[in-house]
């Protein structure tokens, strides 16, 4: 099945430690998303990529930036993490035009 | 700028009760509007959407009917079960933009 995958689903790392996380789609979908959400809380948009233009959401801090090398990988990387990065982090995908995002499982970010 | 608000959690219902989950947003003109389901543990699907005034959007005995007179997007189902436990997100989108915003979530827990 085609599908959005997130690797890994548990992720801990130090504080100021740099981290990477993974995002796949088989979808051959366009347009991919990173969300930050922290418990209890709705999912945020950090930023997207339309093919390879890169857009940042204005508040996304600068301790967060993104790689997309092909159509199907899409990576987040965390600089310098801080106990407050703990969270879910989502990846989502769209079809250019198309409203629907279909959402990978998350990774759970845990700072220690 | 643009808001969604949603009912605050937690939704505690028995079996087979009838649910509403009140969402309504605030945008200048008319977004596309959708409700997304967290499963504990997993990532966000989508239930169902809609993308213009007086459509209902409608999947699994789910339904929820874009009213602009009252800005609302209300979801409904007549009888819930045990494993429709889970958080339910309404949020919207604009057209071109590609990117959601969500309401804060409201947890619903069925008992047998």
């Known amino acids: 099945d085609a599908m959005v995958i997130q690797n890994p689903r548990y992720q801990v790392t130090q504080f100021g430690k740099p981290v990477t996380l993974s995002c796949s789609q088989t979808?051959?979908?366009?347009?991919m998303y990173w969300y930050q959400q922290k418990s209890s809380q709705a999912p945020k948009l950090l930023f997207h990529y339309y093919d390879k233009d890169f857009n940042n959401e204005a508040d996304t801090p600068d301790n967060f930036q993104s790689r997309r090398p092909n159509t199907s990988f899409c990576f987040l990387d965390i600089r310098s993490p801080g106990l407050g990065d703990a969270a879910m982090y989502l990846c989502?995908?769209?079809?250019?035009?198309?409203?629907?995002?279909?959402f990978g499982p998350g990774t759970r970010l845990t700072v220690t | 700028g643009d808001s969604v608000t949603q009912m605050e959690g937690p939704v505690t219902l028995s079996e087979e009760a009838f649910l509403t989950i009140n969402c309504t947003y605030t945008a200048t003109g008319y977004p596309s509007l959708f409700w997304y389901v967290q499963y504990p543990g997993e990532g966000l699907q989508l239930l169902l959407k809609a993308t213009k005034a007086d459509d209902k959007g409608s999947n699994k005995g789910f339904e929820a009917t874009y009213r602009k007179e009252t800005t609302s997007f209300h979801l409904e189902k007549g009888s819930v079960q045990v494993s429709d436990s889970a958080v339910y997100f309404c949020?919207?989108?604009?057209?071109?933009?590609?990117?959601?915003?969500f309401g804060s979530g409201t947890r619903l827990q069925v008992q047998p």
């Open positions: 949020a919207l989108m604009w057209t071109g933009r590609r990117a959601l915003t």
């Open positions: 979808l051959n979908h366009n347009v």
């Open positions: 989502a995908t769209s079809r250019d035009q198309a409203y629907e995002q279909y």
